[in-house]
């Protein structure tokens, strides 16, 4: 951050596929050790990760002794405490409230700032996409709600789809069917492929590709998120592997790939004209042969690219989009894709 690196002393990674394993092992000890030495104990102690859902039946004052106590365990486990608001607790995304009867009423919890923004209906996406806003809205009503709660939270799904431009005689709030119960045998494997969503051309090649046997996904396609720029330091492009375009004073280019980075490729292009091996270098064979100069301080980076292969690939693309001096083509691209090849110039999307 800022030129300024910080190293993470306690616990684990955030994000990290170990860290709620982790987590749960240690909070298992530490509640199963900590709960047991108590005074006063709760009647009720339940836990998600590090959320925990706790009945106190010994009155406030006692609660925050426990409280007290709890936080003396272990240096660096801290708890912080939400006491019931007119009878109600949020926990995790179930509001709790607590029925005159004594028995415990649940159903959907919001924080205060939710807006109710969901996709919107004309936003570009795959209906699919859209339907299944509404299944899962409908479907946490169902699950989280209980029959006191579920017709008022239904009405509110209505109601929000409604604002986001759903029509109301499409939105679905019956109850969802249920999952189909996985059976034993082999699992079918069926071709898939993925492609961007493109809007009714990309319904139709589902469909064509449905009667050829091939299952269609779509991925979303660039997003204004992508285009801006994130909070995080850069690395400079040039220090990256990728395919780089060094171009020539007679407007021909030459295309290669480095699995270093460009600085370091460029000095042993340079090199091989100095020594005068030009079979080593296809740019510096053109320049000797036909007396033109190299830009050199116009050679660029195109694509950061990590992994060979990708690299290569990407490397054989743009020499087919590229006029460029005599070199080898590189990779063998079939020649099913050429049609999607511009060769204007234009970059690949
Ligand atoms: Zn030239």
């Known amino acids: ?35 047991l030495t108590a005074d006063l104990r709760p009647s009720l102690w339940l836990r998600y990760v590090d959320d925990t859902f706790v009945v106190w039946p010994h009155g406030p004052d006692t609660l925050q002794d426990f409280l007290q106590y709890l936080n003396k365990q272990h240096t660096s486990i801290s708890f912080t405490m ?35 923004r969901y996709l919107h209906q004309r936003s570009f996406h795959h209906p699919s996409i859209k339907s299944s806003v509404n299944r899962t809205l409908v479907q946490r009503a169902f699950e989280v709600c209980d029959q006191d709660n579920l017709k008022r939270e239904l009405q509110h799904i209505q109601t929000s789809l409604q604002r986001n431009g759903y029509k109301p005689n499409r939105i679905k709030i019956s109850k969802p069917d249920q999952r189909v119960p996985y059976t034993q045998g082999p699992p079918t494997v069926s071709p898939s492929v993925t492609l961007p969503y493109i809007g009714p051309a990309s319904h139709h090649l589902q469909r064509i590709l449905r009667q050829a046997g091939v299952k269609v996904y779509h991925s979303s396609g660039n997003k204004l998120q992508g285009s801006l720029h994130t909070h995080k330091d850069k690395q400079d492009s040039s220090s990256k592997p990728g395919v780089y375009r060094i171009p020539c004073e007679c407007g021909k280019v030459y295309i290669g790939e480095t699995g270093r980075n460009l600085p370091t490729r460029l000095k042993e ?63 063998h691209l079939n020649d099913i894709w050429l049609p999607l090849l511009q060769t204007d110039g234009s970059p690949i999307p």
């Open 1 to 35: 951050w800022q030129g300024k690196f910080y190293e993470q002393t306690a616990g684990t990674s955030m994000g990290s596929p170990l860290s709620p394993v982790l987590a749960d092992i240690f909070m298992e000890e530490f509640e199963s050790s900590s709960l």
């Open 269 to 331: 292009h340079r090199a091989h004209g100095r020594r005068g091996d030009f079979d080593k270098s296809a740019i510096v064979k053109h320049s000797h042969i036909n007396d033109h100069k190299v830009d050199w301080d116009a050679a660029e980076l195109i694509a950061p690219i990590q992994f060979w292969h990708p690299r290569r690939i990407r490397e054989a693309i743009e020499i087919r989009k590229h006029n460029t001096v005599p070199q080898d083509i590189g990779f």
């Open 82 to 116: 939400e006491q019931e608001q007119h009878g109600t607790i949020p926990f995790l995304d179930v509001k709790i409230s607590r029925n005159p009867d004594g028995t415990l009423g649940h159903s959907v919890y919001r924080k205060p700032t939710h807006t109710d």
